[in-house]
């Protein structure tokens, strides 16, 4: 559900949901193994979104509140954080594009 609400703002973010409890250790990102679950009686739902711009990742927070708030009854709660996250990529440069050595200051 809330991944169709997502869609129908149109918050194109990457995204990870899990039903804690069943699918959060051996799901990927993709949600694959989410789409071929059984009901459940009862899980716990964390998204994650990550995106370019905080305003569309605020927006996403709060489609997990209206849930909260809107939704079916017995929800347990919400935690929510939105925080700049550090990336990091691995690149190799050719080797003789790079001159080995040491300095000292």
Do not use: H, Y
């Not at 997502?6 to 990927?28: E, K, P, Y």
């Not at 989410?34 to 605020?58: C, F, I, K, N, T």
Request: with cysteine.
């Amino acid at each position: 559900m809330i991944g169709k609400r997502l869609d129908l703002r149109g918050l194109l973010l990457r995204r990870r949901l899990d039903l804690i409890g069943a699918l959060s250790v051996f799901d990927d990102d993709g949600g694959a193994l989410a789409a071929a679950a059984p009901d459940l009686p009862e899980v716990r739902v964390r998204l994650a979104v990550s995106g370019p711009d905080r305003r569309p990742v605020d927006q996403a927070v709060q489609e997990v509140l209206a849930l909260l708030c809107c939704g079916p009854a017995g929800g347990g709660g919400m935690r929510s954080q939105v925080r700049n996250r550090i990336r990091t990529a691995s690149c190799l440069v050719p080797r003789n594009r790079v001159s080995p050595g040491w300095s000292f200051l």
